[in-house]
């Protein structure tokens, strides 16, 4: 069992729709989470980080954390068609800089 | 704010030879991590160094090694080249405070 485990899709939705994406993981030292986006040939992009339980809202993004349950989530309001790349979870252990990346969602928003 | 770099952007190597990789972090950035990404494995961690030290390692062969240098540059190797090492190798920086990494374009290498 992989220790971040996320949908692959793809994952299509019209412009405009409200995006879940999400994650579970298993290892329970995971103490900060970061969602990146990557668009197709470059770099990831960090878009969001928490370090605690609960939600954090950056403009149309909203990132969501239960770590009871181990479940973190993305929520992209308002999507665009420039939304649409790959999206990727990753947790990480206090004291390591050392990502543990789901295998990230491809997300197409259709104009 | 300039933010990393990476050259070369891409590589063609033959197996059995060795590639050497360079990355630049961000301005203050003193952590540079790498990370090694593949269709089919993922984005997986290969090694963090912070002043000139590495601190944490991933679960790769002896094949593939790092250093820092005292402006936090850093580069990593990979000796013997096999086809499995066909992958883009991402650089990442952060501050020594924070555990936000931001990420290089990547290098493509290719191995025939």
């Known amino acids: 069992q992989k220790e971040v485990e996320q949908d692959p899709g793809p994952l299509s939705v019209p412009e405009g729709a409200i995006v879940s994406l999400n994650c579970t993981y298993s290892?329970?030292?995971?103490?900060?989470f970061m969602w990146y986006r990557q668009y197709s040939r470059k770099g990831p992009e960090l878009l969001m980080y928490?370090?605690?339980?609960g939600n954090k809202e950056d403009g149309r993004f909203t990132a969501q954390v239960d770590k009871s349950s181990k479940y973190i989530s993305l929520f992209i309001r308002d999507s665009q068609p420039s939304d649409s790349a790959t999206y990727l979870c990753a947790p990480g252990n206090t004291g390591r800089r050392a990502l543990t990346f789901g295998s990230g969602t491809r997300l197409q928003v259709q104009p | 704010k300039a933010g990393v770099t990476q050259t070369p952007r891409y590589l063609i190597k033959t197996r059995g030879q060795q590639v050497t990789l360079s990355c630049s972090p961000i301005s203050g950035h003193r952590s540079v991590s790498w990370y090694q990404q593949t269709p089919g494995q993922g984005l997986q961690f290969l090694f963090e160094y912070f002043s000139e030290t590495q601190r944490n390692k991933g679960n790769f062969p002896g094949r593939f090694s790092g250093r820092q240098f005292s402006n936090s540059r850093s580069e990593m190797n990979v000796s013997t080249l096999e086809l499995g090492d066909s992958a883009l190798y991402l650089c990442?920086?952060?501050?020594?405070?924070?555990?936000?990494?931001?990420f290089g374009p990547g290098t493509r290498l290719t191995v025939t």
């Open positions: 290892n329970s030292a995971f103490q900060y």
């Open positions: 990442a920086s952060s501050f020594s405070e924070t555990y936000e990494q931001y």
């Open positions: 928490t370090y605690s339980s």
